[in-house]
């Protein structure tokens, strides 16, 4: 059996910066990834248009100076292929490919009381690895989505998640249909549609789509953001979304209709959902008025851009707009809504014709049409947050698996990373963690587990005790978080995967902290200022003596 001190699951951003900090310690660590390189949902999603919903100068790390000033990105939205490179280029430039296992999926891990380790099976090496400490960076969405639709096995042409694409796929001159119009939809509806001799959209819910103004970076633009980074990432963890623009401060009641109008046209053409969002009043989240005001705002952006009106009026949604909101690129011919004044884009509303089966030359919908096809791409999401982990057998304290620990509560923790009877185990962007820009997210919680294990490792015991969250403190939490979502009307938003509603049969219930970044690592910071409250070993205040500053 191998032993480490440490066991961290996935090579993403999250595995990547707790690998540096842990072994930073003096711990054993090992990084182990089902995937065959490192880069996390960045090595999988190699669908075409793939791009952060961020903008390239905070969708990275923020604790290599440095690399964060002479990194190269061109666009202010990085792709795929610059993401994966970049990470990439962080694991050489600071060694920790050497602590790393690929092509190594773990399959089950069991805590043993009598031995405060874990005990993990993996698909790969010789036997079991048995560690003090298990974290797991599997990130919010990598449990793929598929549709329960009749027929799947007939069809003769080619079929793919976008969460599984081939990498040398290339779909020019060809008849493709792409279910689900989501982010991810968005953005391979985008790229592919001046590129496929014909492409059918099936549509389940219309999306408020704001273009994402991609451009080439300028040289003076790099130079302002290098010399501004310290105050940009001030704003970043002072912040709602963490995204790195100016969030208003203006409720929407204290602008005039003129002022309305201006405002969102402004944010619109600076492009980005989330500026979109936040940017534009601060109460557009939680006011119904302003909220739809920025709906019938989108709506008739929709009006003016698609031509045909059968196609426009499909692509006008109608619920409100509290979604993660949605990130477009930039391709020949516009953005999302541009593509559906092409002749070869067709649009079909699957509440008004559901698709009934598929068959071997294509889709048939409930109208009786048959659309004819060469590649089926399904970009129908994930079983979010929690579907990472219940595909794992993890077994906590007496034999309970977390299927089972969140079975009647639904996915829940303390602080978004931990849970009582699962000591020494840390999931990373887990259940009811920050609704942010991801990257800053990860940094916070993985710096906040680094100096938990640090408070741990530095006590004058021998052997650290195991560190576990009280029932109380996620009870505590729990409520914090259902008290912070209470007014929002991202609950409104129909099949929203941030309940869990777009996965039949879920429980529906919050996944999230909708604090802000600002407001979760308030909560962190006064964790730890009073001697990590909420775990265990930790109820007589002690202190961190190898902490990193949050």
């Known amino acids: 059996m191998e032993h480490y001190d440490a066991v961290i699951v996935g090579a993403g951003f999250a595995g990547i910066y707790q690998l540096y900090l842990l072994r930073a310690q003096g711990l054993k660590c090992l990084v182990i990834d089902q995937a065959g390189d490192v880069g996390g949902t960045w090595y999988w999603n190699l669908y075409p248009g793939a791009m952060s919903d961020t903008e390239s100068y905070v969708y990275r790390y923020s604790w290599d100076k440095e690399l964060l000033k002479t990194y190269e990105w061109k666009e202010h939205y990085v792709k795929q292929p610059q993401v994966l490179a970049y990470l990439e280029h962080v694991v050489e430039r600071h060694d920790l490919r050497k602590d790393m296992r690929f092509n190594t999926q773990l399959v089950g891990a069991n805590w043993d009381d009598d031995s405060q380790t874990w005990k993990l099976d993996v698909s790969s090496g010789k036997g079991k690895i048995e560690c003090r400490y298990l974290v797991t960076g599997l990130g919010l969405l990598s449990k793929q989505n598929y549709p329960e639709i009749d027929g799947l096995d007939s069809f003769q042409g080619q079929l793919h998640h976008t969460a599984k694409w081939p990498k040398d796929l290339d779909l020019t001159g060809l008849r493709v249909g792409v279910v689900g119009c989501g982010s991810t939809g968005v953005q391979v509806i985008t790229d592919i549609a001046g590129k496929v001799s014909h492409l059918t959209c099936f549509q389940r819910h219309p999306q408020y789509s704001v273009p994402s103004g991609d451009k080439v970076v300028t040289d003076e633009y790099r130079k302002w953001v290098n010399e501004n980074y310290d105050t940009i990432w001030d704003g970043v963890w002072n912040s709602i979304t963490a995204f790195g623009f100016k969030e208003s401060e203006r409720a929407f009641s204290d602008a005039s209709p003129e002022e309305r109008e201006k405002v969102f046209q402004e944010n619109w053409d600076k492009g980005n959902g989330f500026r979109f969002m936040f940017g534009t009043f601060n109460d557009l989240t939680f006011n119904p008025e302003a909220n739809e005001a920025a709906c019938d705002f989108i709506r008739k952006k929709i009006g003016q851009i698609v031509k045909d009106p059968e196609k426009a009026k499909k692509l006008k949604p109608t619920d409100v707009y509290a979604r993660r909101p949605l990130c477009d690129g930039q391709a020949r011919g516009g953005a999302y809504y541009e593509q559906f004044n092409r002749e070869n884009v067709d649009i079909v509303d699957l509440k008004e014709t559901p698709i009934e089966r598929v068959e071997a030359k294509g889709v048939r919908t409930s109208d009786g049409k048959l659309h004819e096809l060469d590649v089926l791409v399904f970009a129908t999401g994930f079983d979010a947050v929690e579907g990472n982990y219940t595909r794992i057998n993890i077994h906590g304290r007496d034999g309970v698996s977390l299927a089972e620990a969140w079975d009647e509560p ?39 587990i680094n100096n938990l294990i640090g408070a741990a490792e530095s006590s004058s015991e021998d052997k650290p005790k195991a560190i576990e969250a009280t029932p109380e403190a996620e009870k505590d939490w729990s409520k914090l978080c259902e008290e912070l979502a209470a007014n929002s009307l991202f609950w409104k938003a129909e099949d929203n995967w941030i309940f869990g509603a777009n996965i039949a049969g879920k429980r529906r219930c919050l996944r999230f902290f909708f604090g802000g970044m600002q407001g979760y690592r308030q909560q962190l910071e006064k964790c730890e200022k009073n001697g990590y409250a909420g775990f265990k070993p930790f109820a007589d205040g002690n202190s961190s003596a190898r902490a990193v500053k949050l």
């Open 410 to 448: 639904g996915p829940t923790s303390y602080l978004g990373f931990t849970m009582p009877g699962f000591p020494n185990f840390f999931a990373i962007t887990g259940p009811k963690g920050p609704f942010t820009n991801i990257p800053p997210a990860v940094e916070t919680q993985v710096r906040f």
